[in-house]
């Protein structure tokens, strides 16, 4: 089974930030690769499919990129809307661990 | 609109079973593969097993493969999850899921 991790783990940063977050599958998914919002006591919401496309009504600060065993999402410019916990998932189900955006 | 709404959750002793449903409406839930997610308390997403559109291929995390079944009734537009042998470690938030469209989640507590 593929395994995904993520880095970092945490990170905390400023409105306007721009923030990357990196996921790595143990073994090539090609662009098999989503990323969640998740706040807390709620459901995940998909952000990117397909590694790069950016899913209906999600604001365009948000992108995806990547292929292979790395990937990246991105966030030009970090809103207060947007502290939450962020997931990769291939789409074989497993999740990363999650990277947990705070405040600075 | 689309709709996913779990039910059946509750508190079981180890050891005992429980059988989640999940109701489906606002999409054409035969053509899609459908997924059960769960969350431990301050955990990570767990994905727990997948069901392709016809039945034919399921798929199991390796933690609760011969201990649940997932199965659906595509008359119904209804995904199930049958947990056996529960744990406290199955202790979790689960979600039905299929793409962007989740559910709201139902809470499992597995204690005695």
């Known amino acids: 089974d593929t395994q995904m991790t993520q880095s970092p783990s945490t990170l905390s940063a400023s409105v306007g930030d721009r923030v990357t977050i990196t996921c790595r599958a143990s073994q090539s998914i090609s662009s098999w690769l989503a990323w969640y919002q998740q706040k807390p006591g709620k459901a995940p919401k998909l952000l990117i499919y397909?590694?790069?496309n950016l899913e209906s009504g999600v604001p365009s600060r948000f992108s995806g990129s990547g292929s292979g065993t790395e990937f990246t999402l991105t966030i030009s410019s970090l809103q207060p809307d947007d502290f939450a916990t962020y997931y990769c998932?291939?789409?074989?189900?497993?999740f990363g661990p999650g990277t947990q955006v705070d405040i600075k | 609109e689309v709709q996913l709404v779990e039910s059946g959750g509750g508190l079981v002793q180890p050891g005992g079973s429980l059988r989640l449903s999940c109701a489906a409406s606002?999409?054409?839930?035969?053509?899609?593969?459908m997924t059960w997610v769960r969350q431990a308390p301050g955990k990570g997403l767990e994905w727990v097993a997948n069901i392709k559109q016809d039945g034919s291929e399921k798929y199991y995390v390796d933690s609760v493969r011969g201990r649940f079944t997932i199965s659906r009734d595509n008359a119904e537009n209804s995904l199930y999850l049958q947990m056996n042998s529960l744990r406290a470690e199955d202790t979790a938030v689960y979600y039905c899921?299929?793409?962007?469209?989740w559910g709201q989640g139902t809470l499992v507590t597995v204690s005695s």
């Open positions: 899921a299929s793409g962007c469209w």
């Open positions: 998932q291939h789409y074989n189900g497993y």
């Open positions: 606002g999409f054409t839930f035969s053509r899609n593969w």
């Open positions: 397909q590694a790069s």
